[in-house]
C-alpha cells in the first residue's frame, strides 16, 4: 500500500509538458489523401523506424517530431494533433532541492539517501510468495514516477544497486532489476537527448547481462519488462533498445533455453510497435530464415511465436494499402521451395530428427524435415494470433501434412506427427476466400489419389471442418459442392476400409447439415452397388491362410451399404415417425 500510495502522489506532482499542434501532412510533405485508407502511405512514413535515419545526434533528436501512440496514423490522423513542444520549452529538468516543492523535497530527500535506498532495495528484492512473485506494476510505477519527475537525480545512488542486481541470479533479485529498469526506460520520456543517452550507456551493459542470465522463473519478467518499456512509445527514441536486442538473439551463448529467452523478450518489444517497425521485422526475418531449421524444439516454438508479430500486420482489407512489413506470401514461396524434397516424394514421411547438436548426415531431407517442424509451430501459433486467414501458398502445404498427420490419436507419436495433425485441425477451422475454394478442392482431390491411405482418411476429416466453417461459402459455389460430393463418392470406393468408414461419416455429416441431398442419382447409384453379385465362395485348403484382401466387388458393394447408411445415421435424430420426414428411406431400408 505505500508504495501504491508514493506513485500516486508522483503521478498528482506530476508537472505538465506542453504541446503544439502540428500538421502530419505538411511533416511528410505528401498532401491528404482523398479518402480514408489504412495502411502503410506516403503521408505516415516519416513515423517509421529508419535504421539509416534515427536520431543519433542532439541536434537530430530536438528536431525529430517524436509521436507515442502507436494507433496515430495508420488509419487516420486526428483532427488536432498535438505532440509535445521542444525541450526547451519544457519544465525545467535537473531541479536543485531549493527548487522543489516542500512535498517534492520530502521524496527527493528519501531517494537521495544511500541508506534508505539500500533498506529500500533489500526488501524490493526479497522473495514474497516463492514460486508465485512477478513483474509488480506497483513497483514499477513507483519508479517511472521517480524517473519523471526528477528526471536522474537519482541515478547515482542506484546505479551500484542496479549492477549488483543484475548480475544476481536468484529470482526476486532479477524482478526487482526488471521493474526498476522499465521505470527508468518509461521516465526518462522527457529527458534531453544528452541525459537519454547517458542512460543507455548505463543501461546497454545491464541488458546484456541480464539476458546472459535469464532463467525459468526470470523470463516472464523480463519480457514484461521489455514489452511495458516500448508500449505507446516512438520506436525511434527507443533506438538503443532495438538495437542491443537485435544483436544475435541466437547466438548459442548460454544454450537453447537463453536463445529462445532472447527472442522472447524481444518479440515483447516488436508486438508493441505492431506497423511502425517493417525495417526491424525485415532485418529479423533475414536473420531468422537460416536459422529455421533449429533442432530444438523450445527454440523452433519460440521462431514460429515471432514469426506470427513479423507476419501481423500484413492483412487484406479493403481500403487497405499494402504493407511494408514482410509479407506471408514471399515468406511461403520460399519455404515451399525448400521443402521440395519433402513433397516430391509420395510415401508417408517418417521423422528420424532428435533433438541433438546437429552432427551426422545433413541431407536435404533432413534438413527439410528440420524447417517443417518450426513451419508447423509457426502455423499453429498464426491460427490464433492472426488478424487474416491462411494465404494461397500456405494452403499448398496441405498435401505435406496429409502425409504426415497420423489417423488415431496417440500420445506415443512424436512432435512431427502431432504438430501436422493440430495444424490440420487449426488450418480447416479458418475462414477461406471464395477465390481460395477451388484452390483448396484442387489439392483434395489430387491428395485423395495418394498412395498413402492415411493421406487420403485425412483429407476426409479435413474436408468435414473445413466445410461446416465455410459453409455459407461453399453453398454458394455450385462446383465446389458437386466437387466435393464427387470426391466423398469416390472415397467411398475406397481399397481401404478405414478410408471407407471415414468417408460414410463425411457424407452423413453433410446430408445431416442438408449441405448434400439423396437425391435421385446419389440413391440410384448406392443401390446398384448394393446389388454388385459377389463370386462364390471358393473352398479352401486346411490351414490355407485366408485372403484378407476383399476384391473390387466386394469394395463396391460395401460402398453402397455405407452410402445408404450414411443418410439412415444422418437422420436418426429425426423426430418420429422417420418415415413421415424421409418417404425416400422405405425404398431402399429393405437392404440392411
Given at each position: 500500500m505505500a508504495i501504491s500510495a508514493v506513485a500516486g502522489i508522483l503521478k498528482q506532482l506530476k508537472r505538465v509538458h506542453k504541446t503544439v499542434p502540428i500538421c502530419p501532412y505538411e511533416v511528410s510533405g505528401n498532401l491528404k489523401p482523398s479518402s480514408i485508407q489504412a495502411g502503410d502511405r506516403l503521408d505516415n512514413q516519416w513515423l517509421h523506424y529508419d535504421g539509416?535515419?534515427?536520431?543519433?545526434?542532439?541536434q537530430a533528436w530536438e528536431s525529430c517530431c517524436f509521436v507515442e501512440k502507436t494507433h496515430?496514423?495508420?488509419?487516420?490522423?486526428?483532427?488536432?494533433?498535438l505532440v509535445y513542444a521542444p525541450a526547451d520549452q519544457q519544465p525545467k529538468l535537473g531541479r536543485g532541492r531549493e527548487e522543489l516543492l516542500e512535498a517534492e523535497q520530502a521524496i527527493y530527500d528519501h531517494f537521495s539517501d544511500p541508506k534508505f535506498v539500500e533498506q529500500l532495495i533489500k526488501f524490493l528484492s526479497l522473495e514474497d510468495r516463492k514460486g508465485k512473485d512477478k513483474f509488480n506494476p506497483r513497483r514499477?510505477?513507483?519508479?517511472?514516477?521517480?524517473?519523471?519527475?526528477?528526471d536522474d537525480a537519482f541515478l547515482p545512488v542506484l546505479k551500484p544497486h542496479l549492477e549488483r542486481l543484475v548480475a544476481d541470479c536468484h529470482e526476486s533479485t532479477q524482478r526487482c532489476v526488471a521493474e526498476i529498469i522499465a521505470g527508468l526506460i518509461r521516465g526518462s520520456k522527457h529527458w534531453t537527448f544528452e541525459k537519454v543517452e547517458k542512460l543507455w550507456m548505463l543501461l546497454c551493459p545491464l541488458l546484456r547481462t541480464a539476458l546472459s542470465n535469464i532463467t525459468v522463473e526470470t523470463y516472464n519478467d523480463w519480457g514484461t519488462c521489455i514489452a511495458t518499456s516500448c508500449e505507446s512509445r516512438d520506436p525511434r527514441k527507443l533506438h538503443f533498445l532495438f538495437e542491443l536486442l537485435l544483436e544475435s538473439p541466437l547466438s548459442g551463448e548460454g544454450g537453447s533455453f537463453v536463445d529462445a529467452c532472447r527472442l522472447y523478450v524481444l518479440q515483447g518489444g516488436l508486438a508493441q510497435q505492431e506497423w511502425r517497425v517493417p525495417e526491424l521485422l525485415h532485418r529479423l526475418l533475414k536473420y531468422l530464415e537460416p536459422k529455421l531449421t533449429q533442432v530444438y524444439k523450445n527454440v523452433r516454438e519460440r521462431i514460429?511465436?515471432?514469426?506470427?508479430?513479423i507476419f501481423m500486420i500484413d492483412v487484406s482489407l479493403p481500403n487497405t494499402a499494402p504493407t511494408k512489413s514482410p509479407r506471408i506470401h514471399e515468406f511461403t514461396t520460399r519455404i515451399l521451395e525448400k521443402l521440395k524434397p519433402l513433397m516430391e516424394v509420395d510415401e508417408e514421411i517418417q521423422n528420424h530428427v532428435m533433438e541433438e547438436n546437429g552432427v551426422g548426415e545433413q541431407d536435404e531431407r533432413t534438413q527439410g524435415i528440420k524447417l517443417l517442424k518450426t513451419i508447423l509451430k509457426w502455423l499453429m501459433a498464426s491460427a490464433g494470433r492472426s488478424f487474416s486467414t491462411a494465404v494461397t501458398e500456405q494452403l499448398q502445404l496441405l498435401p505435406l501434412f496429409f502425409k504426415i498427420a497420423p489417423v488415431e490419436n496417440d500420445n506415443s507419436y512424436d512432435e512431427l506427427k502431432r504438430d501436422?495433425?493440430?495444424?490440420?485441425?487449426l488450418m480447416s477451422q479458418g475462414l477461406l476466400y471464395p477465390q481460395q475454394v477451388p484452390l483448396v478442392l484442387q489439392v483434395l482431390k489430387q491428395t485423395a489419389k495418394s498412395n498413402s491411405?492415411?493421406?487420403?482418411?485425412?483429407?476426409?476429416?479435413?474436408?468435414?471442418?473445413?466445410v461446416f466453417y465455410n459453409l455459407f461459402i461453399f453453398l454458394n459455389n455450385e462446383e465446389a459442392v458437386s466437387d466435393i460430393r464427387w470426391l466423398v463418392i469416390k472415397l467411398l470406393e475406397d481399397e481401404q476400409l478405414e478410408v471407407r468408414e471415414m468417408a460414410a461419416t463425411t457424407l452423413s455429416g453433410l446430408l445431416q447439415c442438408s449441405f448434400l441431398t439423396m437425391d435421385g442419382p446419389m440413391q440410384t447409384h448406392f443401390?446398384?452397388?448394393?446389388?454388385?453379385?459377389?463370386?462364390?465362395?471358393?473352398?479352401?485348403?486346411?490351414?490355407?491362410v485366408a485372403d484378407t484382401i476383399p476384391s473390387g466387388d466386394l469394395v463396391k458393394r460395401h460402398a453402397g451399404v455405407l452410402g445408404?447408411?450414411?443418410?439412415?445415421?444422418?437422420?436418426?435424430?429425426?423426430?418420429?415417425?422417420?418415415?413421415?420426414?424421409?418417404?425416400t428411406l422405405n425404398s431402399f431400408l429393405f437392404l440392411f
Amino acid at each position: 500500500m505505500a508504495i501504491s500510495a508514493v506513485a500516486g502522489i508522483l503521478k498528482q506532482l506530476k508537472r505538465v509538458h506542453k504541446t503544439v499542434p502540428i500538421c502530419p501532412y505538411e511533416v511528410s510533405g505528401n498532401l491528404k489523401p482523398s479518402s480514408i485508407q489504412a495502411g502503410d502511405r506516403l503521408d505516415n512514413q516519416w513515423l517509421h523506424y529508419d535504421g539509416q535515419n534515427l536520431p543519433k545526434t542532439k541536434q537530430a533528436w530536438e528536431s525529430c517530431c517524436f509521436v507515442e501512440k502507436t494507433h496515430w496514423g495508420y488509419y487516420t490522423w486526428p483532427q488536432n494533433m498535438l505532440v509535445y513542444a521542444p525541450a526547451d520549452q519544457q519544465p525545467k529538468l535537473g531541479r536543485g532541492r531549493e527548487e522543489l516543492l516542500e512535498a517534492e523535497q520530502a521524496i527527493y530527500d528519501h531517494f537521495s539517501d544511500p541508506k534508505f535506498v539500500e533498506q529500500l532495495i533489500k526488501f524490493l528484492s526479497l522473495e514474497d510468495r516463492k514460486g508465485k512473485d512477478k513483474f509488480n506494476p506497483r513497483r514499477f510505477c513507483l519508479f517511472k514516477g521517480l524517473f519523471r519527475n526528477f528526471d536522474d537525480a537519482f541515478l547515482p545512488v542506484l546505479k551500484p544497486h542496479l549492477e549488483r542486481l543484475v548480475a544476481d541470479c536468484h529470482e526476486s533479485t532479477q524482478r526487482c532489476v526488471a521493474e526498476i529498469i522499465a521505470g527508468l526506460i518509461r521516465g526518462s520520456k522527457h529527458w534531453t537527448f544528452e541525459k537519454v543517452e547517458k542512460l543507455w550507456m548505463l543501461l546497454c551493459p545491464l541488458l546484456r547481462t541480464a539476458l546472459s542470465n535469464i532463467t525459468v522463473e526470470t523470463y516472464n519478467d523480463w519480457g514484461t519488462c521489455i514489452a511495458t518499456s516500448c508500449e505507446s512509445r516512438d520506436p525511434r527514441k527507443l533506438h538503443f533498445l532495438f538495437e542491443l536486442l537485435l544483436e544475435s538473439p541466437l547466438s548459442g551463448e548460454g544454450g537453447s533455453f537463453v536463445d529462445a529467452c532472447r527472442l522472447y523478450v524481444l518479440q515483447g518489444g516488436l508486438a508493441q510497435q505492431e506497423w511502425r517497425v517493417p525495417e526491424l521485422l525485415h532485418r529479423l526475418l533475414k536473420y531468422l530464415e537460416p536459422k529455421l531449421t533449429q533442432v530444438y524444439k523450445n527454440v523452433r516454438e519460440r521462431i514460429g511465436s515471432v514469426l506470427t508479430y513479423i507476419f501481423m500486420i500484413d492483412v487484406s482489407l479493403p481500403n487497405t494499402a499494402p504493407t511494408k512489413s514482410p509479407r506471408i506470401h514471399e515468406f511461403t514461396t520460399r519455404i515451399l521451395e525448400k521443402l521440395k524434397p519433402l513433397m516430391e516424394v509420395d510415401e508417408e514421411i517418417q521423422n528420424h530428427v532428435m533433438e541433438e547438436n546437429g552432427v551426422g548426415e545433413q541431407d536435404e531431407r533432413t534438413q527439410g524435415i528440420k524447417l517443417l517442424k518450426t513451419i508447423l509451430k509457426w502455423l499453429m501459433a498464426s491460427a490464433g494470433r492472426s488478424f487474416s486467414t491462411a494465404v494461397t501458398e500456405q494452403l499448398q502445404l496441405l498435401p505435406l501434412f496429409f502425409k504426415i498427420a497420423p489417423v488415431e490419436n496417440d500420445n506415443s507419436y512424436d512432435e512431427l506427427k502431432r504438430d501436422a495433425k493440430m495444424c490440420l485441425s487449426l488450418m480447416s477451422q479458418g475462414l477461406l476466400y471464395p477465390q481460395q475454394v477451388p484452390l483448396v478442392l484442387q489439392v483434395l482431390k489430387q491428395t485423395a489419389k495418394s498412395n498413402s491411405w492415411h493421406a487420403r482418411y485425412t483429407v476426409l476429416t479435413y474436408l468435414q471442418t473445413m466445410v461446416f466453417y465455410n459453409l455459407f461459402i461453399f453453398l454458394n459455389n455450385e462446383e465446389a459442392v458437386s466437387d466435393i460430393r464427387w470426391l466423398v463418392i469416390k472415397l467411398l470406393e475406397d481399397e481401404q476400409l478405414e478410408v471407407r468408414e471415414m468417408a460414410a461419416t463425411t457424407l452423413s455429416g453433410l446430408l445431416q447439415c442438408s449441405f448434400l441431398t439423396m437425391d435421385g442419382p446419389m440413391q440410384t447409384h448406392f443401390e446398384q452397388l448394393c446389388k454388385m453379385r459377389l463370386p462364390k465362395k471358393r473352398k479352401r485348403d486346411p490351414g490355407t491362410v485366408a485372403d484378407t484382401i476383399p476384391s473390387g466387388d466386394l469394395v463396391k458393394r460395401h460402398a453402397g451399404v455405407l452410402g445408404l447408411s450414411a443418410c439412415i445415421f444422418a437422420h436418426l435424430n429425426d423426430p418420429q415417425p422417420i418415415e413421415v420426414r424421409t418417404p425416400t428411406l422405405n425404398s431402399f431400408l429393405f437392404l440392411f
